[in-house]
């Protein structure tokens, strides 16, 4: 692998991916080696060495539906680069798990749905969150996974009946208003967390702890 990534490579690549905004306009260039890459995507296999695809002869192919950096982070991943999923946003993500789709990466799309399942949230970035998981909400898995995880968030922090309807009002007028209901939605499905110690005010109850 180091042949392949050595900075140039020492085995050069054959193939160049030019990615393309959604007004057509160039956003860079990704080049890779068709073989390794075959060696990871059926679908990147079937492009270059099935019958019926012109990638098959192709050094440089337009690449569509796409962000540079998703598509770049997703090579990398096929080259075994780290993926800082901490300092990817939650948007960037999204566009990454859209690509592990479209090639066919299933360890990829389990790395991703688990970072939405356990990304740390609060009240205030929730909406935010969920409008983003809703844009892509064709993909169902991922999408769910961090509306679940948002409406966690919300079971966690409103635990009050005040503060239930603080969050609903701050939607009102918005345009966030279906997206709280959803998440209420959601929320009333979950299961609830036990109710605090009336004497320690703590979940679970400190009797038998040490206390200061």
């Known amino acids: 692998l180091e042949l392949l990534t050595s900075d140039p490579p020492a085995i050069a690549c054959d193939v160049t991916y030019r990615v393309l905004d959604p007004k057509g306009k160039l956003e860079g260039e990704v080049s890779g080696h068709k073989f390794l ?5 059926p679908v990147f296999r079937r492009g270059f060495y099935g019958n019926d ?11 569509k539906g796409t962000t540079l950096k998703a598509f770049k982070a997703m090579i990398g991943v096929i080259y075994r680069q780290p993926l800082d999923l901490k300092n990817m946003s939650v948007s960037k993500a999204f566009d990454l798990m859209n690509l592990a789709e479209r090639y066919d990466l299933p360890k990829l799309k389990k790395k991703l749905k688990q970072e ?10 929730v909406v935010k969150a969920a409008n983003i998981a809703m844009k892509f909400h064709m993909l169902e898995e991922a999408c769910q996974a961090l509306l679940d995880n948002c ?9 009050t009946k005040e503060a239930v309807v603080n969050f609903c009002s ?3 007028n918005t ?11 959601i929320m009333s499905n979950l299961p609830q967390p036990p109710p605090a110690c009336s004497n320690c005010q703590e979940t679970p109850c400190k009797s038998g702890s040490v206390v200061t």
Do not use: Q
């Open 37 to 41: 890459l075959a060696l990871a995507s």
């Open 151 to 159: 409406a966690k968030t919300l079971v966690r922090e409103l635990n």
């Open 175 to 185: 345009g966030d208003e279906m997206i709280v209901m959803k998440l209420m939605s």
């Open 53 to 63: 695809f012109k990638e098959k002869k192709s050094e440089s192919i337009e690449m």
């Open 116 to 125: 939405f399942e356990t990304l740390v949230l609060s009240k205030d970035s």
């Open 170 to 172: 701050s939607a009102y």
